[in-house]
């Protein structure tokens, strides 16, 4: 699959070159299943054999991570959090959350906004859904534009310039990513275990009297 993913990507850069690049990371940004560890690094090496400019890649990236990230953030907006917060109180119990968690992960958001975002657009699988929550508490739009493509631009420099270095061995920086993003995996899967312990495991343990005390 991802050798056919490759392919296409291939074709699509070298056919089109920035807008190309543009077009792949919007969608990428939308749709994850088309990795930037496979965009980005065939774009610097498209443009280091001197088909096109490193920075224009750089660039060209980055604008398309940004309309990438309105397109989720107007979604999220759209939404609203009038109607996240009506389906939570109705639906919530259904994975464990209640309005007071929804709540707290609120005034988190909004005091750590500015972070979030910045940060969260250099992180694998993280990248594309904190346009998400900053939607859902429309954050401003111009701050919420800057620091997107602030985060998005340490990303794209950093992989289009691995590619530009690396040559026709473009495809090394794929096998790297995927360790970083593996370590995500496992931190989100820990993350989610600890929320299941916590909120249905130990009160129905507590509840059974299967739990012992605590010393």
Not at 9 to 38: K, N, Q, R
Not at 104 to 125: I, N
Request: overall charge positive; charged content about 15%.
């Amino acid at each position: 699959m991802f050798g056919d993913l490759s392919t296409w990507v291939s074709d699509v850069i070298s056919s089109i070159g920035y807008a190309g690049v543009a077009f792949l990371v919007a969608l990428e940004s939308v749709f994850p299943p088309i990795p930037s560890e496979v965009v980005l690094p065939f774009a610097g090496f498209y443009a280091g054999r001197g088909d096109a400019s490193v920075p224009g890649m750089m660039l060209a990236a980055t604008v398309g991570s940004v309309v990438g990230a309105w397109i989720l953030y107007g979604l999220a907006a759209w939404i609203g959090p009038d109607r996240l917060r009506a389906f939570v109180v109705r639906r919530g119990r259904w994975f464990g959350v209640k309005e007071p968690d929804l709540d707290r992960a609120e005034a988190w958001f909004d005091r750590r906004a500015d972070a979030a975002v910045l940060f969260g657009r250099c992180v694998p699988l993280v990248r594309s859904i904190v346009s998400i929550p900053a939607g859902f508490r429309r954050m401003p739009f111009l701050r919420f534009t800057l620091y997107t493509a602030l985060g998005s631009l340490v990303w794209n420099v950093a992989l289009v310039g691995a590619g530009a270095v690396l040559g026709s061995r473009w495809e090394q920086v794929g096998s790297v990513m995927a360790v970083f993003q593996w370590v995500v995996i496992v931190a989100v899967v820990g993350l989610v275990g600890w929320f299941a312990w916590s909120r249905f495991v130990k009160p129905r343990l507590a509840r059974s009297g299967d739990l012992p005390p605590p010393e």
